[in-house]
């Protein structure tokens, strides 16, 4: 404590030569405050006080960062940070200059919302913020949204003063006030009085918007979630039902909404329409972007009100009214060009998008509505109809009963407007190709060719039909004009000079277009409008095709008598010699020599053409030329088929891509039509003609054969619908996949096509055993959807030997699985658990019939016979637990375990109740007929297993079971009946097959399960005598004798009559 130098320096000289002491000097001092909370205020205020007076506050907003993260904003302003400086700093400013706080702080706040806008501003920067302009932007709008809290903020002020500098205004920023609820769009927009302005304004930005959104892939979410945001307010404010009383309040946003609507559409569809839109252009960009703005998705936020339906018929509206230039002549001219698959695909995506809401009823009202009330563009009319019929499956009996009411119409009242309407209407349909519309020869024929036509009607309804046609001639296409001429109207005979005076001015016609009836090729295409080929051109497709329907019926085809007869310089002139091309001739006859043959026998060759065909071909078999296997099939040029074929690979790959994406399930029916379009090209056939050729189909299960060019085809096909089911079942089960897979079916297996396919699908199921899971899959799925259109499918007729009866399909798959060997039953197995899983699956939430018409009870049963016989578990009694969930989806995973799937299957509640009916029902009678065709040394049983089977079977399941269920209620006597009748019936079919009459060999042989016969002992013996000599007396011929004679004969391997 006793510091030497303290008292010194207390004690020093001071200024006066005095020296004072210590607590003179501590009294002289000013005591300073303490430091406390008072203290720290009074600094705060001072230091604020001194910013106040130099503080500029268009460049301080400008420089705030935002708060942190786990502040709010309250707390952080009131700390001391720069928001509460600010709004003290408004008011100082506001009270000097004489403003109230709000206007002024809207004005700086829209100051600093100019400059972040322009803030590296260049003339091509889009609409959208780079991410320092969105940091800083998100700061100021944490500051505007606390001034517009404390009532420091004028929404009204701030949208006078964006207005002022709109053109530096930046979308996405005046996007970003709206969700951040500083100022809603709406506000914003009606706070300007020029409409026409504000309409302008928001054109050019989102037009911008969606050129920026398709180029950018930066901020794609931001710009795609403004683009929603925008059509959803315009959608919902523009075309909301307004009561009378509301209407004068909130006019201007619906007015403005509207407005920019439509102004949009226009400069969609007039980029559409100038027609060299290439598809990297940013009109393009911004068109393909706008219209996506229009899906479900981008909607789903107001679809539950009535404002996207409006919409939506006000659009399609204005898309069939749009420049309605086109006269009806120019729509006979040209309609051909407005098919689905050359119409623009922006447009076809429209339509699309637009039938959304709308279901295919309301969509043919509403044409029907624009026609009648409107001056119509028919090239948008016919292309929305193209699209309608494309992706709509049930859109061909509205379209067809809407057009059978305007023919009524017309003939009724005489109305020319409706006649046009139906004949541009069924034309284009038909364009679209058989398998979603009928010919336009058909509807033509079916309508005028009977007397029960409208045209029969009267004198005036004959003239009424024959001036409209007449009228159509300058303009027609040749293959209408065909069309009238070959399948004319029918006619009284006192009217005939009508027909006789239109069939004249059409051959003019023909002739002008140096086209002639005569020359006209026998399955030419009539339903479409695509250039005539040369006569000698199609005359060499015309053989193609009529050996190809001889091939499948054995008969010469109808047109091709047809041509011998009625049209005579045609087939003399271009067909036969087209047929008779010098070649050299197989040793084995093929399809040509045996239809050149036929023709030859029918005297339809003459004499001397015939001899100096085969000197000819003596010449060329002497000559053997390098290129003579030229004459053995005459094709289309080789470039073009590989182009057709080319082409149609790439519809496939197409159809792929959109599988492989849920999003795109929009655009399978439009991309399905555009296969169907392809095939017929890569197949060089008509469909439409041969559909009618071909009256039944015959097939030779042995040796199916195939054409190059038509396997090459079908296997694209095959191979596709596997790839595409695999891709569907990996999002969805089947039920939930849609109807692609029928539309698929149906637009490339109908009747020219379909020989083909079960002819591949013949010799695929031939090779079974070495298929892969995912091929099995996909042909069980493909097997099933064609026993779904059975009813539009002809019967199959297989050989040899021919059947007495021809099968229907899903009878023809069944009669393919046999049953005979261990690789034989696996595949069996796999296939009918394939086919059985995907109809349960697929039809799951259809009724009964569903199920029952695709499914054939041969195949229910051949799988019933196959689980028991392999899998011991599956003759147990089921309990309640072990009804498991439809197996398909853990089929789809590769390896699949086909006996847990199938077993699953079994186990499983639908296919339980599924055998209740009686059809489904495994009779002992099916199975005698099922293990008689086991082969013994292939089987996948060995022989105590087979017996233990055979013992189960007879024993302990049919023998007990009630004859309703398939059993013998405990009848042995029918038992033993059945077995021998079976046995009996087995013998004489393999007899026929094998053409022998010494049924020993059948039975000695390997060619069915002769331990089945052994089982008639153990059968007969607790019969009486009497019972037994009544069974076997009751045939005496030779095979009686025989099972008898073979059957008494003590097994071998068997003691004391035991099985």
Not at 726 to 743: E, H, K, L, N, V
Not at 960 to 977: F, H, M, Q, R, V
Request: glycine share 4%; proline share 6%.
């Amino acid at each position: 404590m006793s510091d030497p130098g303290a008292p010194e320096a207390a004690s020093g000289p001071g200024p006066r030569g005095r020296r004072r002491t210590w607590a003179e000097l501590l009294a002289g001092r000013v005591r300073r405050p303490k430091p406390g909370r008072e203290r720290g205020q009074q600094v705060q205020a001072a230091a604020a006080q001194l910013l106040r007076r130099h503080l500029n506050l268009g460049q301080l907003l400008l420089e705030v960062e935002g708060p942190p993260a786990k502040l709010p904003l309250s707390r952080w302003m009131d700390r001391g940070r720069p928001g509460a400086l600010i709004g003290s700093a408004l008011r100082d400013q506001a009270s000097r200059l004489g403003l109230p706080v709000a206007v002024l702080s809207s004005q700086t706040v829209a100051s600093a919302f100019v400059q972040i806008c322009e803030v590296h501003a260049e003339p091509s920067r889009g609409v959208l913020l780079d991410p320092e302009q969105r940091k800083k932007l998100f700061s100021l709008l944490e500051i505007a949204g606390h001034l517009l809290a404390h009532s420091m903020f004028s929404r009204l002020s701030f949208c006078e003063e964006l207005w002022k500098v709109q053109d530096s205004l930046l979308l996405e920023a005046v996007w970003h006030l709206h969700t951040q609820n500083i100022v809603s769009l709406q506000e914003l927009l009606e706070s300007h009085l020029d409409v026409q302005v504000v309409v302008a304004w928001l054109f050019r930005n989102l037009r911008c918007l969606c050129e920026q959104t398709e180029e950018s892939c930066q901020h794609i979410d931001i710009s795609r979630s403004m683009l929603s945001d925008f059509v959803q307010m315009f959608v919902l404010r523009g075309f909301q039902k307004i009561s009378g009383l509301r209407r004068n309040e909130a006019e201007r946003m619906p007015q403005i909404a509207a407005a920019v609507l439509q102004k949009m559409l226009l400069f969609a569809l007039e980029t559409l329409a100038a027609g060299s839109v290439q598809e990297e252009s940013s009109a393009h960009k911004a068109v393909r972007c706008w219209f996506s703005g229009f899906s479900g998705h981008a909607l789903r936020s107001i679809i539950s009100t009535d404002s996207p339906k409006r919409f939506f018929r006000h659009t399609l509206t204005q898309i069939l009214t749009y420049q309605p230039v086109l006269k009806v002549s120019d729509a006979v001219q040209m309609q051909r060009d407005w098919s689905f698959s050359r119409t623009h695909p922006l447009l076809t995506g429209l339509y699309r998008r637009l039938f959304v809401l709308l279901s295919p009823e309301e969509l043919v009202n509403h044409l029907q509505e624009v026609l009648e009330t409107h001056e119509v563009n028919w090239q948008h009319v016919l292309s929305c109809v193209s699209t309608l019929v494309v992706c709509f499956p049930g859109a061909q009996q509205l379209v067809t009963d809407w057009v059978a009411h305007l023919l009524t119409r017309a003939f009724e009242n005489f109305d020319l407007d409706s006649m046009v309407t139906v004949f541009l209407v069924v034309r284009q349909a038909a364009l679209e190709g058989p398998s979603v519309f009928p010919s336009y020869a058909d509807w033509f024929q079916a309508s005028f060719g009977s007397a029960r036509g409208h045209h029969c009607s009267s004198k005036k309804a004959l003239v009424f039909l024959f001036k409209f046609l007449s009228d159509l001639v300058p303009f027609e296409a040749p293959r209408y004009l065909q069309v009238h001429i070959l399948h004319p109207p029918l006619v009284p005979s006192k009217y005939r000079s009508l027909l006789t005076d239109y069939v004249s001015l059409a051959k003019t016609r023909l002739a002008d277009l140096k086209v002639s009836v005569e020359n006209m090729g026998l399955y030419e295409d009539l339903s479409t409008v695509e250039d005539v080929i040369e006569p000698h051109s199609q005359a060499f497709q015309d053989v193609e095709k009529a050996i190809q329907v001889f091939e499948h019926t054995g008969k010469i085809p109808v047109a091709v008598m047809e041509a011998s007869i009625f049209r005579r310089p045609y087939y003399v002139s271009h067909f036969l010699p087209a047929l008779l091309t010098p070649r050299v001739i197989p040793s084995a006859p093929d399809s040509r020599a045996a239809f050149i043959e036929s023709l030859k026998r029918a005297d339809k060759i003459p004499p001397s053409l015939y001899s100096t065909y085969h000197q000819a071909c003596s010449a060329a078999e002497e000559k053997r030329p390098a290129n003579v296997a030229l004459g053995l099939k005459v094709e289309v040029e080789p470039s073009c088929a590989e182009g057709s074929l080319g082409l149609l690979t790439a519809a496939l790959l197409e159809l792929r891509a959109a599988m492989t994406d849920p999003a795109q399930y929009d655009v399978l029916s439009a991309q399905i039509a555009l296969v169907s379009e392809r095939l017929s090209s890569a197949l060089g056939l008509s469909e439409d003609d041969s559909s009618s050729e071909v009256s039944k189909i015959q097939l030779s299960v042995l040796a199916p054969k195939l054409e190059q060019r038509e396997q090459q085809v079908v296997d694209l096909l095959l191979t596709s619908f596997c790839q595409n089911l695999m891709a569907a079942s990996s999002f969805a089960p089947p039920d939930r996949q849609g109807s692609w897979a029928t539309r698929f079916v149906t637009a490339t297996c109908g009747c020219t096509l379909l020989p083909a396919v079960l002819s591949r699908l013949c010799q695929l199921i031939h090779q079974g055993p070495s298929l892969s899971a995912s091929h099995v899959l996909g042909l069980a799925a493909l097997v099933i959807h064609l026993c779904e259109s059975t009813s539009v499918l002809l019967e199959v007729h297989v050989g040899p030997p021919p059947p007495a009866r021809g099968l229907s399909i899903p009878e023809f798959f069944n009669s393919l699985l046999t049953c005979t060997s261990k690789e034989s039953l696996l595949f069996c197995l796999k296939f009918c658990t394939a086919a059985i899983s995907y109809s349960l699956c697929k039809f799951s939430s259809q009724s009964c019939d569903a199920w029952y018409s695709c499914l054939s009870p041969g195949l229910i049963k051949k799988f019933q016979f196959i689980v028991l016989r392999l899998f011991s578990e599956a003759r147990d009694t089921l309990s309640v637990e072990d009804t498991a969930s439809l197996p398909w989806r853990p089929l789809c995973l590769l390896p699949a375990d086909w006996q847990r799937a199938s077993l699953c299957l079994w186990r499983q509640r639908a296919f339980q109740e599924l055998l209740k009916k009686m059809e489904f029902h495994l009779t002992y009678r099916d199975w005698v007929q099922l293990e008689l065709e086991i082969h013994p040394e292939v089987d996948s049983l060995s022989d105590i297993e087979r017996r233990d089977f055979h013992q189960w079977a007879i024993y302990e399941h049919f023998l007990p079971a009630p004859s309703t269920a398939g059993g013998l209620s405990g009848d042995l006597e029918t038992a033993c009946t059945i077995l021998v009748n079976v046995l009996m019936d087995f013998c004489q079919s393999s007899r026929s097959c094998d053409h022998s009459e010494n049924s020993d060999l059948v039975l000695g042989g390997s060619k069915g399960n002769r331990d089945i016969f052994s089982r008639l002992q153990p059968l007969w013996r607790p019969l009486p005598q009497a019972h037994f000599r009544l069974l076997i007396g009751a045939d005496r011929n030779s095979e009686g004798l025989l099972c008898f004679t073979y059957g008494n004969r003590e097994p071998r391997g068997t003691r004391d009559g035991s099985v």
